[in-house]
């Protein structure tokens, strides 16, 4: 009877410090870019686990570097609209670096999140990553004074820590500037409940670029508030405006809908210009949508960066990094399509 053969035993950290003829420690400090060698020596054990073809598992490195090589990322974004983009980034930027991220997702559950949080120190992750569904609201557990690094991205933070958020300001100014460059004088934005610190921050920004008497009117997030503001707005024809930035990309599908029904035009008599650059919305949007992207995706790649960093034992001067965001260009305005 013919044996099957057997798969290839797996070359370990003890098998490649045998081949270069150095300890174990040794091999560990090469392999992980510590300790005092020669630049020779560290050169050619790495030469030789690579020809062996030696991979450290996860628990191996834990053991030989006291990390997990594991990052947490918490959040209370249970919808993921924020959370995934954030998450995407943090995952393109640590998987070089051979660490992996786990979500867990608490709600707005206090007990829940205590639960996560202490299960993420049993699994002895080496950084938390704490994200939100709006920058101006705390997630529901407390993560001072923990024993690993905590990093906040698109949520609130606390005082002493490293803050990442989209600059709404910046973003806000960029949508009204196209809009003016497309040629629109009577601009109107539509936006959210004042209670958001992200409405405030934009309405102001599209008051500064406008004028200060330009009309801001707050409501819900919602296609059905988009398409009221501009039955309330094209109550008096004559005073309607030609441009519309809306708070967010729901809003900015109502009021093209609204448009339609009344008989306008988008663009040729009405630009619009949404906030978000939320793909599944904006694009298909009828005209497709022109928008204001948050960069989430950036946001969570130096999020995740800052975490490794920290973990590390780098000094990061705490504080509030404010990322710009970008004008995505599609049919809405007139512009044509791509990116500026």
Not at 111 to 128: C, F, S, T, Y
Not at 199 to 209: G, H, L, M, N, P
Not at 265 to 274: I, K, L, T
Not at 292 to 305: Q, T, V
């Amino acid at each position: 009877m013919r044996k099957i053969e057997s798969r290839s035993v797996r070359v370990t950290i003890h098998d490649v410090a045998r081949a270069a003829g150095v300890s174990v420690s040794t091999v560990s400090k090469a392999l992980n870019d510590n300790g005092r060698m020669a630049a020779e020596t560290r050169s050619r054990i790495k030469k030789v686990a690579q020809g062996m073809g030696f991979r450290p598992n996860a628990l191996a490195r834990g053991l030989l570097s006291s990390r997990s090589f594991t990052v947490g990322l918490l959040t209370n974004d249970t919808y993921g609209r924020f959370t995934l983009p954030v998450m995407a980034g943090v995952s393109e930027a640590l998987v070089d670096h051979g660490v992996s991220v786990f979500l867990c997702a608490i709600e707005d559950d206090p007990a829940l999140g205590r639960i996560h949080v202490e299960a993420m120190l049993d699994k002895q992750v080496d950084g938390i990553i704490a994200t939100g569904k709006r920058v101006d609201r705390a997630l529901p557990v407390d993560l001072s004074g923990l024993p690993v690094p905590v990093v906040y991205a698109f949520t609130e933070g606390a005082s002493d820590s490293v803050t990442f958020t989209s600059d709404d300001g910046q973003g806000a100014a960029l949508a009204t500037k196209h809009l003016m460059t497309m040629g629109r004088k009577r601009l109107v934005h539509v936006t959210g409940p004042e209670g958001f610190a992200s409405v405030r921050e934009r309405a102001s920004a599209f008051r500064e670029q406008a004028g200060a008497g330009a009309r801001v009117m707050s409501g819900v997030w919602s296609e059905a508030w988009g398409r009221e503001a501009v039955r309330e707005l094209w109550r008096r024809p004559a005073e309607a405006p030609d441009g519309v930035f809306c708070g967010n990309d729901q809003i900015a599908r109502g009021v093209i809908d609204a448009l339609r029904e009344l008989g306008q035009d988008v663009p040729r008599d009405v630009s619009v210009v949404g906030f978000d650059n939320w793909e599944i919305v904006a694009s298909q949007a009828r005209p497709p949508l022109t928008s204001i992207d948050m960069n989430l995706k950036e946001l969570g790649r130096e999020a995740g960066l800052t975490v490794l960093a920290l973990a590390e034992g780098n000094m990061i001067e705490p504080g509030l990094r404010k990322l710009p965001c970008r004008l995505v260009v599609r049919q809405s305005c007139g512009g044509g399509t791509g990116e500026d």
